[in-house]
């Protein structure tokens, strides 16, 4: 399978604590998204990279939530001190932007439940 | 403020007739339009995107139309099925920063 994955797909963990999602792209894209979405709603943007510069950040929710793309392969997103309202689904997305337009590729996301 | 809307209730109707689903924005200049599929617990899909200069766009059953003066994009799905039914979300891009915005989606059902 040469689509986008994400790792883990659900992650129950308890309010306070550290959590840590990874996200592989598509191999030749050279960009990668972060968006949170919750019920009801439309997947909500955190941040984004293109190769390893992690070019808009300034959406992520809080200081508690930070993103990494060391090599600019593969990606993280790290929320510490979880609260209960970081519940939702995680989604990453890649693309490759070669032309003036950029459709994004999901992967299938994590779902987190913080108790 | 920048708005997009779609509508919040399902949509329901019979296997074989068109579905139309409405984007509505407000506040936003789109360089282009995309629309996705979302089915429970997964990413959302790319199904079509559709310029600020093109009036219509069209894929197999699917058919796309972007009128910048009503500020709305309306998305077709012609002869549907049940395997149709899922959440379609509409996503404006200004073509500046390749960031897309996200409507919340809206449901559509097929009944057999």
């Known amino acids: 399978d040469t689509g986008v994955s994400q790792n883990p797909r659900h992650k129950i963990t308890k309010r306070g604590q550290n959590v840590t999602f990874r996200c592989d792209p598509i191999s030749e894209h050279n960009r990668l998204y972060w968006y949170r979405q919750t019920l009801g709603q439309g997947p909500e943007f955190l941040t984004y990279?293109?190769?390893?510069?992690?070019?808009?950040k300034s959406r992520l929710l809080s200081d508690r939530f930070s993103a990494e793309r060391p090599k600019g392969s593969f990606s993280t997103l790290e929320i510490q001190r979880t609260e209960q309202g970081d519940s939702a689904m995680y989604l990453c997305a890649s693309s490759n932007r070669q032309s003036s337009t950029d459709t994004q590729y999901f992967g299938p996301g994590t779902r987190l439940t913080v108790l | 403020s920048q708005k997009i809307e779609q509508n919040s209730e399902a949509l329901n109707i019979q296997e074989g007739k068109t579905a139309t689903l409405t984007c509505n924005y407000t506040?936003?200049?789109?360089?282009?339009l995309q629309w996705y599929r979302q089915d429970p617990g997964r990413g959302p899909v790319f199904l079509l995107l559709?310029?600020?200069?093109?009036k219509e766009k069209r894929k197999e059953r699917l058919k796309v139309t972007f009128d910048t003066t009503l500020k709305q994009s309306l998305f077709h799905i012609t002869a549907s099925q049940p395997a149709d039914s899922a959440t379609y979300l509409c996503a404006l891009d200004s073509g500046g920063s390749y960031i897309p915005t996200f409507g919340r989606g809206t449901s559509l059902i097929v009944h057999p």
């Open positions: 990279f293109q190769n390893e510069a992690q070019l808009e």
């Open positions: 559709i310029r600020e200069n093109e």
């Open positions: 506040n936003y200049s789109p360089a282009y």
